[in-house]
């Protein structure tokens, strides 16, 4: 197998982007850019320097409708979630393209190629809810984690976790946090927010945050963003205009993908 390079790798996100984009757009689905690629169209019209995914989320009505229709027989773009993949084991889905194998070096969980993460956004009715999946995402990082790279504190405190961990799997705490997240139908109560995998209670604002959207550009090519993304993004990381300090410009993410062989 080869190694997809840095290049290859952004340039088939982008390209699971735009499709699922153009999906949406022709389907009449709701979706828009979140989290750190957000954050990379304003502040950068493309990626973060040193981001190495994207990121964007749907209202769950829109993302329960997309999972259930875009994959398509012979299509090597295709979309996983907890109702597609018997062993999946997050809460929110990824769209990735079959010609590629990716590899977390982190964490065990399922394999699949190269990705875009998809986040249902859901109705708030309080931080306790959003602090109660943030401490089960905790748990499903214990759970999945594996020794790559990690100091020997953490190894050991990985250990003792995962020990008390063995009765349930990871699936089960995904869909423990899928259905917290559910609880209040978007558009339901005043509040909402991408609280699937949440940063913290700043996740959560008016509705009215996601009642309409904007195009905004990254990497050169349009896609949308709430019309109130400067109230959600200040909510969750402040002045996010503001560069972090240097040394923290550093990616997030540890992995590894190849091509498969008959590429």
Known sequence: MRAVTSEELKSIQLDLLQKTAEFCENNGLRYFLCGGTLIGAIRHKGYIPWDDDI????????????????????NYYQVVNLDT????????AKVYDNRTIFNELHYHGTTFGVNIDVFPADGVKNATQVNKIKMLH?????????????????????????LLLLPFSARQI???MDNEARKYAFGSVPKAGVIANPYGPGEIVDKSVFDSDVFVEFEGRKFRAPIGYDTWLRNIYGDYMQLPPEEHRVPHHTFAAWWKDNI
């Open 85 to 92: 993949t018997p062993d999946y084991a997050y809460d929110f």
């Open 138 to 162: 905790k748990v499903l990082n214990t759970k999945r984690a594996n020794y790559f790279q990690r100091t020997w504190s953490k190894k050991i405190i990985n250990t003792f976790g995962k």
């Open 55 to 74: 990121d964007i989320a749907m209202p769950r009505p829109d993302y329960d409708r997309f999972v259930k229709t875009f994959n398509q027989p012979d």
């Open 174 to 176: 995904a869909i423990w």
